[in-house]
T-cell receptor, first 110, second 115 residues
């Protein structure tokens, strides 16, 4: 079992749809949590850090449930420009090593 | 400004060549990282530098040799690579020492092809 697991993709959704990504992590010592997005042939870019209290940035909402070791990302009113791979990332505070999920590909269609 | 720069953008090299990848950040970050990413896979950590000292080597073959000349620069020296080393090489930096959980910011990467 991988340490960070994400929903397999791809997700194909129409513009304006709401889409939810789920992620679970197995190491309870994990300390910080992130969603990155990566466009084709580009670098990962930080989308959001994720906190237990939940956090929202415009159309994006991230939640962390430490008890269930579960992280989610909700995208509302999806745009064509949201098409990318979304990476769930965990930092166990062991030398700065990030643990990446395999990524979920999102394709938003007109 | 969270900017990490990398040069070159693209590199094609033969198996007998020696080349170097360069990474630079001017954010005062104290930890810098090299990652390797193959197509359709997540990035894999190679090396971590904290306060200009190598703190993690993820059992990377010796044909990859990192160097941190100062707190803003990180190099990756390449020698006698194999075709399977072809990948996107990403540099990242974070504010705190490598033991912290600070956000890592990635550069645009160098796309390496080994012939």
């Amino acid at each position: 079992r991988k340490e960070v697991e994400q929903d397999p993709g791809p997700f194909n959704v129409p513009e304006g749809a709401t889409v939810a990504f789920n992620c679970t992590y197995s190491n309870s010592a994990s300390q910080s949590f992130f969603w990155y997005r990566q466009d084709c042939r580009k670098e990962p870019k930080l989308l959001m850090s994720v906190y237990s209290s939940g956090n929202e940035d415009g159309r994006f909402t991230a939640q962390l449930n430490r008890a269930s070791q579960y992280i989610s990302l909700l995208i509302r009113d999806s745009k064509l420009s949201d098409s990318a791979t979304y990476l769930c990332v965990v930092n166990r505070n062991q030398g700065g090593k990030l643990i990446f999920g395999q990524g979920t590909e999102l394709s938003v269609k007109p | 400004d969270t900017e990490v720069t990398q040069t070159p953008k693209h590199l094609v090299m033969g198996m007998t060549n020696k080349k170097s990848l360069k990474c630079e950040q001017h954010m005062g970050h104290r930890a810098m990282y090299w990652y390797k990413q193959k197509a359709k896979k997540p990035p894999e950590l190679m090396f971590v530098y904290s306060y200009e000292k190598l703190s993690i080597n993820e059992s990377v073959p010796s044909r990859f040799s990192p160097e941190c000349p100062n707190s803003s620069l990180l190099n990756l020296h390449l020698h006698a690579l194999q075709p399977e080393d072809s990948a996107l090489y990403l540099c990242a930096s974070s504010q705190g020492p490598s033991g912290s959980t600070d956000t890592q910011y990635f550069g645009p990467g160098t796309r390496l092809t080994v012939l």
